[in-house]
């Protein structure tokens, strides 16, 4: 299946290679640079790439390009969600997934590779295992073993590869038994120049924490499990219990984990917790431009809208700005045209707005698009769609657990039209 | 004081020896000759710290691609260590240089030979690996006997491993594939889900012709397939998916009716059964076909892509047309993904929905393009967005492309126009609208769009050119203006298609093209000398001398194609004594009404591959890729995936044992799989799977119910150990409907019972609800008619009920409470006095309806709750068989004549119309005995009324085409009707 992997950094540099079958010379990749070259954007390179006798799959994250190298026909999702899988390896191992984390780490790297492809076939990707196999870096550690010269490799050989939960690794021990779990939820939404929806979704996820010891075996009900539509699971999760009870039951994997991820059903109108006014016009024959932005909450039940942050891309007519923001910092790049606004928390009483004047290309027509404006927003202590969790038991071990829960809405890919 | 400081000295080393490695490192770095040297060095030192020090530079070294084979001799002297980390660095290295240095690999090898015989499963299963990887031609042998042992090797992990060398040794050496099918064929027989997605790997790689393996295993792969890890998941869904288009008839005949419902009733009833449902065309599904679908369903909510795309594209090559509709919302989920993810996921999405506009129409808002998407997920958005215009949501979608082509993204305008354009020509309301919109374009700042307006509205005006005259006009006044080549060509194409509409300007716009033909492009020449013969035809007097010019300029252009075109219209348009014939048809040829062009989706022709494989998403066959075969016309012989299960008497045993206290078939049948202990079951859904598996099983396991029935052939009428037995045989025919079951019963069941049984039903036996589990606090309860009779009192219908716990708490004191009427006569079922939580248990009651369909009302209670439910029956089974033969037959109807007697002509289904059928489907319907007939065209059926023995008699006439007449003659002429009713029904429908 996977020939070869090859890291690629956003220069073009080849700064990693593995091969788990005949060494495919590195110069297979130039079809990629040739690729590269032709796309405006980093994003814009196709993730498929045919050359004479390979074929290139390739995800970009981090700045980084995963090139895998194909010899014949294999689901290209296949690979791609396996590219993935490696990324979210090493961001758990290493705490972020950089040029540098990876070069630094390389004999992990390697190791890591190693374990998760046995002749291109994915072998143990599940984290809990690979973390019994091969322990991550620890600042402590690393000095540990610079000095006595003792190993990253785990002694004993793992047990999780045999047990009846393919996910969890045995003999896991706590002090302090917690549960916490996160319910994040985005709204992706579009929202026209006038103001109203196009089209507005909510994606929600359950993200865990889990550190339990033994093998507790938990249950998570929700007030109102009709709302959510679609849904994927951790393999840990019982579908035949959803399926008939609308309720989560499962072992969970030792540590961080995503148990669920949803969409809530689109019968349900999703509340917009924020509004724009916006005026952005440039005057034919003058080489000036207004711009004018004003955001207030809506439907947000009491919450604060937190850690707003306002991007757009101005039309490549555009100079430079003049803009003066009622809070926050503004920034302008004249190069890529990229302005962005960090507004924080938004007081209702005393609405952040941005307002001033652009300057165009002397001579220049005016632009005849309006540039589209995207927003970040955090709201903490609210599920947008209203999804609650009743309650969580735990069964199968005898002391009793701390949990949490923890809600919060995002924006997702937020657009305003103007 | 001195041994302290000896041991601080001795750090004080450790740490100088840290700089040495680290100035080592330095120094790597600027003499970069010395290197290989060092690392020598430090791999021959005795210390363990030192090698391990020097083995990660060397993988360091190998990670660069910088070539560390010099070393190989260094390294491989430390395979043996007793280090982890060290001999895993030390394979690494060895997997990367075995095969440049083969001689020296092979003092490695027995080392491996060694580790194969560990008793640790891992390090046997991890040499395996390494040995495996190592590519030497002459270690073959060794391979292949590894292989061999590590396939029977006790531990399922090792058993992977091997799976996985399997595809080595085939990679390295082609000639041992009949031995690796062999080993192929032994793994595929594994029951462990660690093997299962490894070996269908290997099968793929090496022998994915080989379909005859893959028989008796397929229903054991369906079955596991939800438990195997996700990667292996996709790899035999994909597998199955091939398997089935070559085993499985197409579910796609038109009229193929196939019902959800019936899902359930499959396992239970025999195929014969379905037969009699189906109509003219009868389509039956497989049932394994089903089993595939059935067991993929879940993975639709997998969380890994990979899989469901290929459950999505099973549904979509495998599943009758109206149930592929399930995977879109999955699809549509994975549209939130990944960037890369979102690119494959839309491809296959663009392709479906070509076919199947209305799987996709409810999500149209999730294929709007938000301005952070890459180009290529905007380009395809916009073609999924066209491909589902329809003169419905075509507003809507206009309006949205309206906002599209003003996007900063020009090569995405530029594509969305060619989207209007698309929807224009196959929405004929639009076309006028999209014209006016494009034409507006014209005027826009930007080149490309204009550029890409003019190629779009010249495909449009082919279409319908008679009243657009004033659109080319207009162009003709913006050609100044345009410097894209392919818009100026298409202007001119146009100019010279309709020259007869612009007579005034096309001459004009010839004369403008002779001043700048040696600047333009060549598209543009070429368009240009074009338009320059067609005037000369239609307007020679005018443009003879410009035609002439700009042929001489084209004589002497650059460009050979120029030249030759000119050469060519010369010849052609210009009379000459050598010109032959053609001269005359200049007109014609030229100025022929030309087809206008089909605008086409680009993934039109992708549908001739697999959906969600690398030569769909490239639209290019790529190596390796499997044709997926059209269904087969005929079905193979299906009885090929029956599988020999020889049970072993230990497992029916505790049943016989358990018969006074039968537990429900679930958890009767969970005993079966003693691989899987509880957790993994819950999780499996082997709910489903061991059903499957023991119907199947049932037929060949009929002898052994012989051999059990043996010992509780009870001889005294007890009353509890006659209920006990009865209890058992209802269990019997509720797992299969067999006759040997039933001839068992026979056997078992002496005089009181036997002479009321005459002719038992085969029909599967409908289950009903009672009680849900979220109105019942945990409770369920379920109930069906065994059409058995009723062992309390005769008048009374036999009902059994199902109750299961579904509470997380056992559930105490179950019992039947009030009923209503007052007057009901129930015979209740003894109060069950614990259910433990997931335990269910089956009851059986007697009801007496008092020959009503009027619902029994009764409360279920437990220790703490009440809950009022009822029982409705429907009137067939009110009745119970009657036997008679013809003459009684005849001379009891001949008794009910007059008021006693019902009839209807119905019109029945032509699947029905075997006497076969016939008997099917009203044996499903009601309880009553087959009379035996003499004549063929006519069915006698007979039975008594539970309550009140009263006779029914039910007779059929066939008629011509497909109509018939059906009689009921009784007394009961309220029964008679509410009979006829759900007779005509069954029998009309297929």
Redo the contacts between chains.
Sequence with gaps: ?IHSLFLVNASGD??????W???VS?SVCDYFFEAQERA??P??V???I?TPHH?L?????HRIYFVAV?????????V?????RVVDTFQDYFGVCTEAAIKDN??V???LL?EML??G???A?ESNILKELIKPPTILRTMVN????S?????Q??TG??S???WRRTGVKYTNNEAYFDVVEEI?A?I?KSGST??A?I?GVIDACVKLTGMPDL?LSFMNPRLL???????C?????W???RIL?F?PPDGNF?LL?Y?VSSQNLVAIPVYVKHNITFREGSSQGRFDLTLGPKQTMGKAVESVLVSS?L??GVLNANLNPSQGTYTFDPVTKMLSWDVGKINPQKLPSLKGTMSLQAGA?KP?????I?IQFKIQQMAISGLKVNRL?M?GEKYKPFKGIKYMTKAG?F?V?T | FFSRSRAYSEFLNEILICQCLSSAKLRLIVFSGLRNEDLKEMLESNKESHKLEAMKRVVGLIAKGKNASELFPAVVKNVASKNIELKKLVYVYLVRYAEEQQDLALLSISTFQRALKDPNQFIRASALRVLSSIRVPIIVPIMMLAIKEAAADLSPYVRKTSAHAIQKLYSLDADQKEQLIEVIEKLLKDKSTLVAGSVVMAFEEVCPDRIDLIHKNYRKLCNLLVDVEEWGQVVIISMLTRYARTQFTSPWKEDAVFDENNEKAFYDSDSEEKKGQTESKPYIMDPDHRLLLRNTKPLLQSRNTAVVMSVAQLYWHLAPKHEVSIVTKSLVRLLRSHREVQYIVLQNIATMSIQRKGMFEPFMKSFYVRSTDATHIKTLKLEILTNLANEANISTILREFQTYVKSQDKAFAAATIQAIGRCATNISEVTDTCLNGLVLLLSNRDETVVAESVVVIKKLLQTQPTQHSEIIKHMAKLFDNITVPMARASILWLMGEYCERVPKIAPDVLRKMAKTFTTEEDIVKLQTVNLAAKLYLTNSKQTKLLTQYILNLGKYDQNYDIRDRTRFIRQLIVPNEKSGALNKYARRILLAPKPAPVLESAFKDRDRFQLGTLSHSLNIKATGYQELSDWPAVAPDQSVRNVEVIEPVKEWAPLVGKAKQPKSDDKFYSDEEEEKDEEESESSGSDDSSSSSSSSSSSSSEGLFYDFMLPCELHDTDSTSLLSLYLFINLLLCLSAQSQAVKVMRRAVKSPIRASVTTPSFSPVKTYELLHHMSGKGLAAKYHFPRQPCLYQPNMVAVQVILTNCSDHSLEEIHIGDRSPASLNIHCFNTIERLEPEASVTVSMGIDFSDSTQAANFQLCTKTDQFSVSIQPAVGELLMPSSMTEEEFCKDQGKLLGMNETSATITMATANTSSLAINKQLLSVANVGVVSSSQNNIHRFAGRTVSSGALVLVSLELRESSTALLTINTEKSIMASMLLRDLKQALAMA
């Design positions: 299946m080849i700064f990693l290679e593995k091969h079958k005949s060494v590195r405006t954007e994003e814009n196709p993730p498929v045919p074929y799959i390739s995800v970009l994250r194909i010899q014949s026909e294999v689901p290209p999702l296949f791609i969600e396996f590219l993935h390389v004999v790297v390697y190791e190693e046995d002749n076939f994915p072998l990707t610079t000095i006595t010269g190993t990253n490799v785990g002694e050989l793992p590869q045999l009846v939960v393919p992706d579009i026209d196009i089209t979704e994606q249950t539509d679609d849904v994927s699971f951790h393999p999760v019982r579908f035949k219990r399926e008939a009870e039951s072992i995503r991820s969409h891309q039309p490549r027509s005849d698009e309006n540039p589209t995207n038991d069964y890919k657009q039209r």
